[in-house]
């Protein structure tokens, strides 16, 4: 078992690759300080990508055992970690058992709690820069990675409160065919006339043989990682952006290659370039609001995001 030191205060802990290079762990002090959450601190835990499981094992069971371990956000881990620690549980949401992810670790009632939040803050990230009725266009969506927010992005766009309001297609690649094999069983499950098509595509280039074939005003997502805790994107330079179409960088710190190749394209594409900001900003206080019990209303969301976006321009200091 990995050696943990029990913690002599409340700590949230933040489970990812490179956790101490995200903007949360200056951002964290300063939210819990506005939501008045008392002595609290946040600590990064850093796994290798694709783990032991039992690695996973040992971080949940720290958590669990601690009394001062409040939960947990993953990231990077989300599906590996389930499947290694699913048994520690007492609940899982309905979310993380259908996709087999997970992204909460909280405490409630004596019990350990888990729950997948991608679907419900990739839809308000969507929400923030998807324009009304957009697909009505008949646009499709290309996802590249098969990991966790592929598939909340997907359960997103295809819920049945759009109506009409979907893509024609959703095209998933990935590089590995286990991951996309996993994907495609997991989204099988939802109900919907949207067209799906699963990619193996390990080379750039395959991804942007994917990327010619869509239709002008479509939805590209960098969901691979490439770009924040490795350096590189799925695409070559030469790959050429459907016009009209929304561009979304899920990646909002690192090298962001495959955004700065979307702006290259912005002006003469008419591309929307989003990078992965608000993204950040609803997956921490989903979780949030789930390991300290509380409500984070949308005046309290601004407040936040007002907070995020001046410690990050250098107008406050953490």
Same mark, same amino acid.
């Given at each position: 078992?990995?050696?943990?030191?029990?913690?002599?205060?409340?700590?949230?802990?933040?489970?990812?690759?490179?956790? =101490?290079?995200?903007?949360?762990?200056r951002?964290?002090?300063?939210?819990?300080?506005?939501?008045q959450?008392?002595?609290?601190?946040?600590? =990064?835990?850093?796994?290798?990508?694709?783990?032991?499981?039992?690695?996973?094992?040992?971080?949940?069971?720290?958590?669990?055992?601690?009394?001062?371990?409040?939960?947990?956000?993953?990231?990077?881990?989300?599906?590996d970690?389930?499947?290694?620690?699913?048994?520690?549980?007492? $609940?899982?949401d309905d979310?993380?058992?259908?996709?087999? $992810?997970?992204?909460?670790i909280?405490?409630a009632? =004596?019990?350990?709690?888990?729950?997948?939040?991608?679907?419900?803050?990739?839809? &308000?990230?969507?929400?923030?820069?998807?324009?009304?009725?957009?697909?009505?266009g008949?646009?499709?969506?290309?996802?590249?990675?098969?990991? =966790?927010?592929a598939?909340a992005?997907?359960s997103?766009?295809?819920?049945k409160?759009?109506?009409g309001?979907?893509?024609?297609?959703?095209?998933?690649?990935?590089?590995?065919?286990?991951?996309?094999?996993?994907?495609?069983?997991?989204?099988?499950?939802i109900?919907?006339?949207?067209?799906?098509?699963?990619?193996?595509?390990?080379?750039?280039?395959e991804?942007g043989?994917?990327l010619?074939?869509?239709? $002008?005003?479509?939805?590209?997502?960098n969901?691979?990682?490439?770009?924040?805790?490795?350096?590189?994107?799925? &695409?070559?330079?030469?790959a050429?952006?459907?016009?009209?179409?929304?561009?979304?960088?899920?990646?909002y710190?690192?090298d962001?290659?495959?955004?700065?190749?979307?702006?290259?394209?912005?002006?003469?594409?008419?591309?929307?370039? $989003?990078?992965?900001?608000?993204?950040?900003?609803h997956?921490?206080?989903?979780?949030?609001e789930?390991?300290f019990?509380?409500?984070?209303?949308?005046?309290?969301?601004?407040?936040?995001?007002?907070?995020?976006?001046?410690?990050?321009?250098?107008?406050?200091?953490?």
């Amino acid at each position: 078992m990995m050696a943990y030191e029990p913690n002599d205060k409340p700590t949230f802990y933040f489970i990812g690759v490179t956790t =101490g290079q995200s903007s949360i762990m200056r951002l964290f002090p300063l939210w819990a300080e506005a939501l008045q959450l008392g002595d609290v601190r946040i600590r =990064g835990m850093d796994l290798p990508i694709h783990a032991d499981p039992q690695v996973y094992r040992d971080a949940v069971s720290f958590i669990k055992q601690d009394p001062h371990s409040l939960g947990a956000l993953v990231t990077t881990h989300k599906i590996d970690l389930y499947h290694a620690a699913k048994d520690l549980f007492d $609940e899982l949401d309905d979310y993380a058992v259908m996709f087999e $992810e997970l992204s909460s670790i909280s405490k409630a009632d =004596g019990k350990l709690v888990g729950r997948a939040k991608d679907p419900i803050s990739s839809g &308000l990230a969507m929400e923030a820069f998807i324009p009304e009725r957009y697909w009505e266009g008949r646009g499709d969506a290309f996802l590249m990675g098969a990991g =966790g927010s592929a598939l909340a992005i997907s359960s997103y766009l295809t819920r049945k409160s759009h109506g009409g309001n979907v893509p024609r297609r959703i095209v998933i690649s990935n590089r590995s065919e286990g991951r996309l094999a996993s994907a495609q069983a997991l989204l099988s499950r939802i109900d919907t006339p949207v067209v799906f098509e699963y990619v193996l595509c390990p080379t750039p280039e395959e991804n942007g043989a994917v990327l010619a074939s869509l239709p $002008e005003r479509s939805l590209i997502v960098n969901a691979t990682g490439l770009g924040k805790d490795r350096p590189g994107s799925p &695409l070559t330079d030469a790959a050429k952006f459907p016009a009209g179409s929304l561009v979304w960088e899920l990646n909002y710190r690192g090298d962001l290659r495959f955004m700065h190749q979307a702006n290259r394209q912005k002006e003469a594409r008419h591309l929307h370039v $989003e990078d992965g900001w608000v993204y950040f900003l609803h997956g921490w206080t989903q979780v949030i609001e789930d390991v300290f019990h509380l409500r984070i209303d949308p005046p309290a969301f601004r407040r936040l995001a007002d907070i995020a976006l001046r410690l990050q321009q250098g107008q406050i200091q953490s």
